[in-house]
């Protein structure tokens, strides 16, 4: 029952760190951020040469190299991948980061948490089943549609960030799923067990049931 726990915990943080290596691989390798970079500086470099040009035909031909750049900037920007990351991150930030704050320890527990983590993981996992899957779609249509909707094509990063979210909300699903039984059982042995306990501190007049006594134990044995 505690490895429930620990899965529940293990596949958040995972979840929560590729949210990050995500964005890292959209801006690094398939909007190319130093290409990005460079592109910037040549359109401040025209933008420079245009305010200072001094005839006609210098002025055409710095306005023409700052449309060209625009232009080649623009096209490395498409529609679905950037709803699909801001989507999981939305996602994250409202499931995968409270399971993270809530878990405690097997020796830590106490009655506020253990309610607050299940609850917590249990909206981890039923959201994550039923919505989860809209960035792995949403990455698939960067694939399917043409340009400049979507760059139309499989091949490169961009394949490999919809495999990548689409093998980690699979995973994160069946794990879950696997183990929300065992969650379940993990939350009602403690709860019952912490029951007991405040029972006995504050209620005096209070006998644990589960307590086997000498003569309860020579009675059974009789």
Request: with cysteine; hydrophobic share 50%; charged share 10%.
């Amino acid at each position: 029952m505690e490895g429930a726990t620990f899965a529940y915990l293990i596949l958040a943080i995972l979840n929560w760190i590729a949210q990050w290596g995500k964005y890292f691989i959209y801006f690094w390798y398939i909007l190319g951020l130093k290409d990005i970079v460079s592109t910037v500086n040549s359109a401040t470099a025209s933008a420079s040469s245009l305010t200072s040009a001094t005839s006609v035909a210098g002025a055409t031909d710095a306005f023409a190299n700052l449309s060209k750049i625009g232009t080649d900037l623009l096209a490395k920007f498409t529609i679905f991948i950037p709803i699909g990351l801001a989507i999981g991150t939305l996602l994250n930030s409202i499931l995968t980061f409270y399971p993270m704050v809530a878990y405690r320890g097997p020796g830590s527990l106490d009655p506020q948490y253990l309610g607050y983590y299940y609850s917590a993981c249990m909206g981890f996992f039923w959201v994550w089943a039923i919505i989860g899957w809209i960035p792995t779609l949403l990455f698939l249509f960067d694939g399917i549609f043409a340009a400049p909707l979507a760059s139309g094509t499989f091949g490169g990063w961009n394949t490999w960030l919809f495999i990548m979210e689409a093998s980690l909300w699979f995973t994160t699903v069946l794990v879950l799923s696997l183990t929300k039984g065992a969650l379940w059982a993990w939350f009602i042995k403690n709860h019952v067990k912490q029951a007991h306990e405040v029972l006995a501190k504050f209620d005096k007049t209070y006998k644990d049931p589960t307590a086997v006594t000498k003569s309860t134990t020579l009675k059974d044995a009789e």
